[in-house]
C-alpha cells in the first residue's frame, strides 16, 4: 500500500489550500490528515471513516473540511482561512481492517507554510 499527497504549499494568511492524498491496493476504512509543526507532537487535523462520519481538531473546525472520493481511496483536506499557526508537515494516514485487527499506513508528508 502507498499513499501519495499533494497540494502542499506556501500561502499568505487567510488564504486557502487543498491537500489530496491517494492510496494504491486497497479500501480504507478510515482515512485521516495528521500535523506536525516544528518542535511538536504530530496531532490529528481531521478524519472520516468509511460510513462518512467526520472528526476535526478544534483548531480547524469551520475552517477544514475533509472528503473522501466514491473509490474510497482518495482523502482531501479543503483548508480555509489558513493561518501562521497551521504551518507544519501533513500526513496523510490510512487504516485498513481486517478480522482481528489492522493496519496503519502514512503518507511521506506535505509542507503546508503560511505566512503572516
Known amino acids: 500500500v502507498q499513499l501519495v499527497e499533494s497540494g502542499g504549499g506556501l500561502v499568505q494568511a487567510g488564504g486557502s489550500l487543498t491537500l489530496s492524498c491517494t492510496g494504491t491496493?486497497?479500501?480504507?476504512?478510515?482515512m485521516a490528515w495528521y500535523r506536525q509543526a516544528p518542535g511538536k507532537q504530530r496531532e490529528l487535523v481531521a478524519s472520516?471513516?468509511?460510513?462518512?462520519?467526520?472528526n476535526y481538531a478544534d483548531s480547524v473546525k469551520g475552517r477544514f473540511t475533509i472528503s473522501r472520493e466514491n473509490t474510497e481511496s482518495t482523502v482531501n483536506l479543503q483548508m480555509n482561512n489558513l493561518q501562521p499557526e497551521d504551518t507544519a508537515v501533513y500526513y496523510c494516514?490510512?487504516?485498513?481492517?481486517?478480522?482481528?485487527?489492522?493496519?496503519?499506513?502514512w503518507g511521506q508528508g506535505t509542507q503546508v507554510a503560511v505566512s503572516e
Open positions: 472520516m471513516n468509511s460510513g462518512g462520519i467526520t
Open positions: 491496493g486497497n479500501i480504507f476504512a478510515v
Open positions: 494516514q490510512a487504516v485498513t481492517l481486517y478480522t482481528g485487527g489492522g493496519k496503519v499506513y
